[in-house]
């Protein structure tokens, strides 16, 4: 008896912590996160040194079949006038196929502050501790997060 009233002592109190939600990472971190990001182009690789210094960075993790992340994509085509003075970083984690597919649909080669890549580390969705579709993260141009917003 007193092997199990010992074991419940020093059980329950790590299952406890480990229980207890604890902040994401970009809230501990509110700088802009590592990124590795393979391009369309299936060869290079895409990190945060590529960003251009000195400009504003929007993230966006998308789904090619998501609607809301096809209606967002839309949206932000058709105001890309107001976003070009900002970096936009749109990634997946979703088969490089169906990205490939998704950047061709949306014919985002025509513009140049727009790089699509696939996170084929997942490093994003931990980071940012995702649990829906699109996830936006707006960086400021020193790269320190400005706002996050998430879904619909």
């Not at 998501?66 to 949206?75: A, M, P, R, S």
């Not at 984690?93 to 699509?116: A, S």
């Not at 997942?122 to 320190?144: C, E, H, S, V």
Request: aromatic share 14%; hydrophobic share 40%; charged share 25%.
């Amino acid at each position: 008896m007193k092997f199990v009233f010992s074991l419940f002592i020093f059980v329950l109190p790590a299952i406890t912590t480990v229980a207890q939600p604890t902040e994401p990472p970009y809230k501990r971190f509110p700088t802009l996160p590592p990124l590795k990001l393979l391009l369309t182009d299936s060869t290079t690789q895409f990190t945060e040194k590529d960003l251009k210094k000195d400009l504003p960075v929007f993230v966006i993790l998308f789904s090619p079949d998501c609607d809301h992340c096809k209606k967002g994509t839309e949206e932000l085509i058709a105001t890309i006038d107001q976003f070009k003075d900002i970096q936009i970083v749109m990634t997946t984690i979703q088969p490089f196929d169906k990205m490939k597919e998704f950047y061709n649909d949306y014919q985002l080669e025509r513009f140049k502050n727009i790089t699509v890549g696939r996170d084929q580390y997942f490093i994003l969705p931990t980071f940012y501790r995702i649990r829906n579709m699109p996830f936006l993260a707006f960086y400021n141009k020193k790269g320190d997060l400005i706002n996050v917003a998430e879904g619909a």
